[in-house]
């Protein structure tokens, strides 16, 4: 297909999903696109950028928890078992989980093909010999996993609050289709965000170099490209806001001031401070978490957290 016909209109590589999600999207009030639409090359590279901001404290305070109980995780979980890590590996975390537990094999499970097999390749020179198997798939739903480990006990790996972007429904779902991935006999790690002071959680999502505003704008900029859109992005401004009923912080772009555009040719207006809700990240207190991974069908074991209780990691069995 020729960039010009796509250009011109006479032809789309969007993803049909994306087209879906956006345009249903925009035709219901309150306005809302779901989160997973971020990651696009430049959303990735933002994203990473937030994870060392200094107001973003879940990466760094997660990292520093793993690295302190990586070792007790690896003496509950014993010998010979294959982790399985739901999303590619992450750049720090996972080499952590994988030097203590020595793992017979190392399965990481993501949507993306690009990121699979990059931080696959990444983790199979890092640790030479171990056996890695990425596996392309939507872990939202149960997956087979490689006929390799087929017989191997496995301990799931979910790092980095992930759970929190989705509402509880959907996570008791994803919680379930995880423990029917992982089979009989199978253990969990999971990270969760905790529930603290509005005014650090509003920082952490809205920070001051404006990092956070370009990733939650720049979903914005990949509609113009990916579905001939023409909405003016300047006039959008980034809200972080705490709902405290809903334990949550929420991410909407506001319209600044009166707008019309069009997406795929399609008219939509909207006025001065009307918004699109775009992310839910979920904080979990410590009960809150237990009863989650019961509802999933995980029973937790330990679990640990850094001094200030920010957040915590989470070793659950099936
Ligand atoms: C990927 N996820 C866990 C992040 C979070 O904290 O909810 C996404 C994010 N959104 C804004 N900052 C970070």
């Given at each position: 297909?020729?960039?010009?016909?796509?250009?011109?209109?006479?032809?789309?590589?969007?993803?049909?999903?994306?087209?879906?999600?956006?345009?249903?999207?925009?035709?219901?009030?309150?306005?809302?696109?779901?989160?997973?639409?971020?990651?696009?090359?430049?959303?990735?590279?933002?994203?990473?950028?937030?994870?060392?901001?200094?107001?973003?404290?879940?990466?760094?305070?997660?990292?520093?928890?793993?690295?302190?109980c990586a070792p007790e995780i690896a003496a509950r979980a014993g010998e010979g078992r294959a982790v399985v890590e739901f999303g590619s590996g992450s750049s720090t975390k996972t080499p952590i989980l994988l030097q203590?537990?020595?793992?017979?094999?190392?399965?990481?499970?993501?949507?993306?093909?690009?990121?699979?097999?990059?931080?696959s390749a990444g983790l199979a020179s890092a640790f030479p010999g171990l056996d890695?198997?990425?596996?392309?798939?939507?872990?939202?739903?149960?997956?087979?996993?490689?006929?390799?480990?087929?017989?191997?006990?496995?301990?799931?790996?979910?790092?980095?609050?992930?759970i929190g972007n989705m509402i509880p429904h959907s996570s008791v779902d994803l919680l379930r289709?995880?423990?029917?991935?992982?089979?009989?006999?199978?253990?969990?790690?999971?990270?969760?965000?905790?529930?603290?002071?509005?005014?650090?959680?509003?920082?952490?999502?809205?920070?001051?170099q404006g990092v956070t505003a370009a990733f939650n704008l720049n979903l914005l900029t990949r509609i113009n490209r990916e579905l001939a859109g023409t909405i003016p992005v300047e006039?959008?401004?980034?809200?972080?806001?705490?709902?405290?009923?809903?334990?949550?912080?929420?991410?909407?772009?506001?319209?600044?001031?009166?707008?019309?555009?069009?997406i795929e040719g399609r008219p939509f207006e909207m006025t001065a401070g009307e918004t699109i809700h775009t992310e839910n990240s979920h904080k979990y207190g410590a009960r809150d978490a237990r009863i989650l991974l019961r509802a999933g069908g995980w029973t937790p074991i330990a679990e640990w957290t850094d001094p200030e209780g920010k957040f915590a990691v989470i070793l659950a069995e099936a």
């Open positions: 297909m020729l960039k010009q016909e796509i250009e011109d209109g006479q032809a789309s590589l969007a993803d049909p999903a994306f087209r879906q999600d956006v345009l249903r999207g925009f035709d219901m009030r309150p306005r809302a696109i779901p989160a997973r639409w971020f990651y696009d090359r430049a959303g990735s590279e933002l994203f990473e950028q937030i994870t060392d901001l200094p107001e973003y404290y879940p990466t760094r305070t997660e990292t520093a928890i793993l690295r302190a203590a537990v020595a793992p017979a094999a190392y399965v990481p499970i993501d949507i993306s093909g690009d990121f699979l097999r990059e931080s890695v198997l990425p596996v392309e798939a939507d872990f939202m739903h149960p997956i087979a996993l490689p006929m390799q480990v087929a017989a191997t006990p496995k301990l799931g790996f979910f790092p980095g609050s992930t289709a995880m423990k029917e991935s992982l089979g009989e006999g199978a253990m969990l790690v999971i990270g969760m965000d905790r529930i603290k002071d509005a005014a650090t959680l509003e920082a952490a999502y809205d920070d001051a006039r959008f401004r980034h809200r972080a806001i705490w709902n405290d009923d809903r334990a949550r912080i929420e991410m909407h772009l506001e319209a600044t001031e009166d707008v019309a555009f069009t």
